[in-house]
């Protein structure tokens, strides 16, 4: 993918895709400028719902789109800043640090201590499980049902860039939405009578019965959109990083030598192989990106990997370097919908990192070519084999 967004980046920069009937934008600075204009809507389910679906298929599918339409990042001023406010509130910095003993405390029960060495499914033994019980305990689902909201999560994350998918994987995302919620359901309710200490539900829940802000549906919609962008991405932040780190072996030591670059790696990591490639809107009005002027409606993808490789805002960008300074980095989003558990995902990943470092000496694949999910939003390694040296 990258060799195609270079390409792009260099010969045409705001470039039509038919296949995907979208602008493909690749330069930071024009990446950058979409995020943060007015001009473009991140409302991009409402359009495809009201405008491609045919009134038979609008009410077939409209139990997904409304709760689609209750989460945060389809929302558009001046609702995103309401919602976001509520959401906020919920992620304060007391709530996320509250979590770091039990991520290690975690991290270290899924990775295998003592001497030698120790072969790792690196995804279903470390990089799955640790995030996806980390967001599922915050939002209070309980440890033995991780399975099933993976697999709902899968199921849903497929048609939430908005197309709501086609098919079969509608229907299925269709399913999984209503099961997902109906499952939260009494959880919410529970919370509501004993609240939490630190706990990111009951802050949620908090918000709505102050503010009056957060209905039930948004509630119940909100927690699902947690539980879906909480993990897998994280899940393969953690991976990339890994893998990353087994192909540079020099770094890895340079790492252990020097643990001050852990947070720098994180961000290097995010921008070298993030594990979101790209975000999409609408523009909602004409507007120039570029030398490219974008009809009103038009859709826009937000290339964040090719952003993340411009040598017009990074030197050498092909080059994995754990001491650069990649803070300007994309894979989080920005402007007002910049990444609400980036703190979090931080935390998750720079503690798993810190065990690695703590127990082993060296880390190498088990395998030359790593298989990816062939997703145009998401960079998700299919299996990382690693073997561990204590
Ligand atoms: C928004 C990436 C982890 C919750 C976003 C956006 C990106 C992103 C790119 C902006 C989407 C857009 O502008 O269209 C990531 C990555 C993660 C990660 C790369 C892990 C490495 C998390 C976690 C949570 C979370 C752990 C929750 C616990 C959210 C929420 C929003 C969001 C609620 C919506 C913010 C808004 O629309 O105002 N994320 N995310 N994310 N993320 Fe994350």
Redesign the pocket.
Same mark, same amino acid.
């Given at each position: 993918p990258h060799s195609y967004f270079s390409h792009l980046r260099e010969t045409s920069p705001v470039h039509w895709n038919k296949a995907f009937r979208a602008w493909v934008v690749t330069r930071h600075a024009d990446c950058l400028a979409v995020l943060k204009s007015p001009n473009f809507a #991140?409302d991009t389910v409402s359009p495809y719902f009201e405008n491609r679906l045919s009134e038979r298929e609008q009410t077939k599918w409209r139990p997904l789109f409304d709760v689609l339409r209750t989460w945060? *990042?389809f929302k558009d001023p001046p609702d @995103?800043a309401r919602l976001?406010g509520l959401?906020r509130g919920a992620f304060t910095p007391r709530v996320v640090e509250a979590i770091r003993p039990a991520v290690q405390r975690m991290a270290s029960t899924l990775l295998p201590a003592g001497e030698g060495r120790h072969e790792v499914n690196l995804i279903e033994e470390f990089a799955f499980p640790l995030p996806a019980w980390v967001?599922s305990s915050m939002v209070g689902v309980h440890q033995e049902d991780l399975w099933l909201v993976s697999e709902w999560s899968k199921d849903i994350v497929e048609v939430a860039q908005g197309s709501l998918g086609s098919g079969d994987r509608r229907q299925r995302a269709q399913t999984a939405m209503l099961e997902f919620r109906e499952y939260l359901r009494p959880i919410v309710e529970d919370r509501r009578r004993n609240p939490r200490d630190n706990d990111l539900l009951t802050e949620l829940i908090t918000a709505e019965t102050e503010s009056h802000q957060l209905t039930v549906d948004e509630l119940l919609g909100g927690a699902i !959109?947690?539980l879906v962008? $909480?993990h897998e991405?994280?899940q393969n !932040?953690l991976a990339n990083c890994v893998i990353a780190l087994a192909r540079n072996p020099e770094q890895y030591r340079r790492l252990k030598e020097d643990r001050s670059l852990v947070r720098g790696t994180v961000e290097e990591t995010l921008r070298f192989d $993030?594990? *979101?490639k790209s975000?999409l809107r609408v523009a909602v009005d004409e507007v120039q990106i570029g030398a490219v002027t974008v009809a009103k409606g038009d859709r826009v993808l937000i290339s964040v990997a090719g952003a993340n490789r411009d040598p017009r805002k990074f030197n050498d960008p092909d080059f994995f370097d754990v001491g650069r300074d990649a803070s300007a980095q994309l894979?989080? +989003?920005q402007g007002? @919908?910049y990444? !609400? +558990? #980036?703190p !979090?995902?931080r935390l998750e990943t720079q503690e798993a990192l810190n065990l690695i470092l703590d127990r082993y000496r060296s880390v190498r694949l088990l395998t030359d070519r790593i298989e990816y999910d062939p997703k145009v939003i998401a960079r998700t390694p299919l299996s990382v084999p690693v073997e561990f040296t204590s």
């Open positions: #991140a945060i *990042v @995103h976001r959401m967001i !959109l947690l962008a $909480g991405t994280t !932040l $993030g594990p *979101v975000l894979t989080f +989003g007002i @919908h990444c !609400l +558990g #980036a !979090l995902a």
